[in-house]
Each structure stands twice: as C-alpha cells, then as structure tokens.
C-alpha cells in the first residue's frame, strides 16, 4: 500500500520561500514519477511539478518555472519542492502523487496514489 505524507506548509509573505516535502512508503518508486499539484476552493487540481523517480528528470508547469524546483531524496524517499518567489496566486493545497509510470505525466487522473494535502498560504 503505497502511503505519501505532505509536510512544509505554512504562511509566508510574497517573495518569500516554503519547502515542502512528501515522505512515501510502502513500494520501491524506482520505476515510478512522483507530483506535485494544487487546488484552490471551486477549482480543479492543476499539475504543478513531476519528476521521475529513476533519472530525476523533471517537468514544471509554466506558472512555476523558474521559481519552484522539485527534487527527490532515494535515501530517505522523500520528494521535495523547493518554492522561491512566492505570490498570492499561489496560495492553495500542495498534494503529492505518484504515478506507477515511466512518462511525466500531468493530468491528475493519471495519478493513483494522493497524500491528503499540505496548505500554503501567501499573504500580499
């Protein structure tokens, strides 16, 4: 049973900085791509960030690029995203996903396995 667990969120001011992290458990993700996506109230969740488990090859939505890098730890099996330059626009919840898939996928549908949820916050 493949279990994620989101940790890092908090309130920060615009400009400033946030890492969250996503611990996972319960298989071996070499052959897997792990996400980030966000949500905000009445809205669907939009892909924020994927990197694959076994090259740490990486995509980023256009909204966060060049802002917010994302990374993996194999040791500790943990996923990171590391968030610079913070805006009111990206306040929301922060889910982690994994994907048993080798493609870096960004539709939240290809994704079965979700953690409950990390909020951000970002005052102006």
């Known amino acids: 049973q493949v279990q994620l667990v989101e940790s890092g969120g908090g309130l920060v001011q615009a400009g400033g900085s946030l890492r969250l992290a996503c611990a996972a458990s319960?298989?071996?993700?070499?052959?897997?791509?792990m996400a980030w996506f966000r949500q905000t109230p009445g809205k669907e969740r939009e892909f924020v960030a994927v990197?694959?488990?076994?090259?740490?090859?990486?995509h980023y939505a256009d909204s966060v690029k060049g802002r917010f890098t994302i990374s993996r730890d194999n040791a500790k099996n943990t996923m990171y995203l590391q968030m610079n330059s913070l805006r009111p626009e990206d306040t929301a919840v922060y889910y982690c996903?994994?994907?048993?898939?080798?493609?870096?996928?960004?539709?939240?549908?290809?994704?079965?396995?979700w953690g409950q949820g990390t909020q951000v916050t970002v005052s102006s």
């Open positions: 319960g298989r071996t993700f070499s052959s897997y791509s």
């Open positions: 990197i694959r488990w076994s090259d740490s090859d990486t």
């Open positions: 996903a994994a994907d048993p898939a080798w493609r870096l996928r960004t539709t939240a549908d290809n994704y079965p396995y």
